[in-house]
């Protein structure tokens, strides 16, 4: 993929990205040090952050582009789906691994 920005333009959208997220990591740990001790609605509401972020990040992947129903009916999705429902009884990450790429694998395979 080409552009037409020179290369100090990319590099210093690079330089202001690494800034900005290093900032924002800085002002909780900043915060963090200040507050003597963090509420416990805000503890119970982090313990979900991964989880959310997880899901954020995986979600569009099984997200159809269309909305028919045969669009829902995808290898991905029931691959995805049998890997929720591992999560869901085993609580164990190789299980969920494990029952997501054999429920691709399957679905590929059948559909």
Not at 85 to 94: G, N
Not at 100 to 107: I, K, N, Q
């Amino acid at each position: 993929m080409t552009t037409t920005y020179g290369p100090l333009s990319i590099w210093a959208v690079i330089v202001a990205g690494g800034l900005a997220t290093f900032a924002i990591r800085l002002s909780f740990i900043h915060l963090f040090g200040r507050v003597d001790e963090v509420p416990p609605w805000l503890e119970r509401a982090l313990v979900y952050v991964p989880a959310a972020v997880l899901a954020a990040l995986v979600a569009p992947s099984f997200a159809p582009a269309s909305a028919t129903v045969s669009a829902v009916l995808t290898p991905e999705l029931l691959g995805g789906l049998a890997a929720v429902l591992a999560a869901w009884y085993t609580e164990d990450v190789l299980w969920t691994v494990a029952a997501g790429m054999a429920g691709l694998h399957l679905a590929r395979f059948l559909l």
